[in-house]
């Protein structure tokens, strides 16, 4: 069994900072892309951030430059780093991670959201 584990969401004013983790944990060969989706109410989940296990990024629009992905393959772990927050960002960010279970086996794993509230 593979589990996401996400950690880190919270409260914050406008401007502030926060940081997500998370970890993957079970039984598996390797750990592929990760990345964070958010999905604010009555919105559509929208892609945050991705990360290869090669360390190449992508980033929505409406975050580049204000948040960071990365990652510590050792750990597998994934970091979303958010800065100058607003409140338009508020969500609940879900993390995803492609992992090769099998040597000829890559699946889809998403963790249980954690909410982000930026609010004054």
């Known amino acids: 069994q593979v589990q996401l584990a996400e950690s880190g969401g919270g409260l914050v004013q406008p401007g502030g900072s926060l940081r997500l983790s998370c970890g993957a944990s079970?039984?598996?060969?390797?750990?592929?892309?990760m990345g964070w989706y958010r999905q604010a109410p009555g919105k559509q989940r929208e892609l945050v951030a991705t990360?290869?296990?090669?360390?190449?990024?992508n980033y929505a629009g409406s975050v580049k430059g204000r948040f960071t992905i990365s990652r510590d393959n050792a750990k597998n772990t994934v970091y979303l780093q958010m800065n100058s927050l607003k409140p338009e960002d508020t969500a609940v960010y879900t993390c995803?991670?492609?992992?090769?279970?099998?040597?000829?086996?890559?699946?889809?794993?998403w963790g249980q959201g954690t909410q982000v509230t930026v609010s004054s």
């Open positions: 079970g039984s598996f060969f390797s750990v592929d892309a």
């Open positions: 995803h991670s492609n992992i090769r279970v099998r040597w000829n086996t890559r699946d889809d794993y």
């Open positions: 990360i290869t296990s090669g360390g190449s990024t």
